[in-house]
């Protein structure tokens, strides 16, 4: 099985910070990665597909990027509403999805 | 646009089945290429694919699971379910479902249902 990897598990950053998150995979998975945000006591919300797409409605700030193993995540101005957890996910190896273990964000 | 919604007992004893709905609203679980599938997600930790299933019975299961999953569609009323046996503590978790666009296409779980919380306990 792929095994998603994240970092770091947590950050803290002010308002206004660039926030970098990265996702590895135990293996090639091209650019089949997803990343998620989830609130608190909320569903997940698709943000990025395919590793750098950017989900319909979603703020320019989210981006992502990578492709093979090495995958990033980026916040280019934290807003208070980003408070989240942040998942990476592979879709390389169908039909057995795997999620990264997350990356709690927090407002400094 | 298409929303989901689960629902089922949220209390369930040990060694018994867990079983869980997804009805969806919005359009026909039918219509277009789509998989439905379900995933957890225990208190405070990470997600967890549990399977998924096509419209024409066609299902996927997490190998870990497999033993004890079984995901089944009922297109007349526009549902599909969740059933798990033989469950533990182990299985206390919010259960999601959503919508896979895969492999037809490309992307990621979306939309998602709310969530539900199940509880194994005695």
């Known amino acids: 099985d792929i095994q998603m990897t994240q970092s770091p598990s947590s950050l803290s950053a002010s308002v206004g910070d660039r926030v970098t998150i990265t996702c590895q995979a135990s293996?090639?998975?091209?650019?089949?990665l997803n990343w998620y945000q989830q609130k608190p006591g909320k569903a997940p919300k698709l943000l990025i597909y395919?590793?750098?797409n950017l989900e319909t409605g979603v703020p320019s700030r989210f981006s992502g990027s990578g492709s093979g193993t090495d995958f990033t995540f980026t916040i280019s101005s934290l807003q208070p509403e980003d408070i989240a957890t942040y998942y990476c996910?592979?879709?390389?190896?169908?039909?057995?999805?795997?999620f990264g273990p997350g990356t709690k964000v927090d407002i400094k | 646009q298409v929303q989901l919604q689960e629902s089922g007992p949220g209390l369930v004893k040990p060694s018994q089945t867990l079983s869980l709905t997804c009805t969806v609203s919005?359009?026909?679980?039918?219509?277009?290429?789509?998989?439905w599938s379900w995933i957890r997600q225990p208190a405070g930790k990470g997600l967890e694919w549990i399977g998924r299933?096509?419209?024409?019975?066609?299902?996927?299961?997490n190998p870990s699971l497999k033993s004890r999953v079984t995901i089944s569609v009922d297109t007349s009323k526009n549902q599909f379910s969740l059933k798990l046996s033989s469950v533990t503590a182990a299985d206390t978790a919010v259960y999601y479902c959503?919508?896979?666009?895969?492999?037809f296409g490309r992307g990621g779980f979306d939309p998602w249902g709310q969530g539900t919380l199940v509880t194994v306990s005695s």
């Open positions: 395919d590793a750098s």
């Open positions: 299933i096509y419209t024409s019975g066609s299902t996927n299961y």
């Open positions: 293996q090639d998975i091209s650019n089949y």
């Open positions: 959503a919508r896979d666009p895969t492999p």
């Open positions: 996910q592979q879709y390389d190896n169908l039909p057995r999805f795997t």
């Open positions: 919005g359009g026909s679980i039918s219509s277009g290429s789509y998989y």
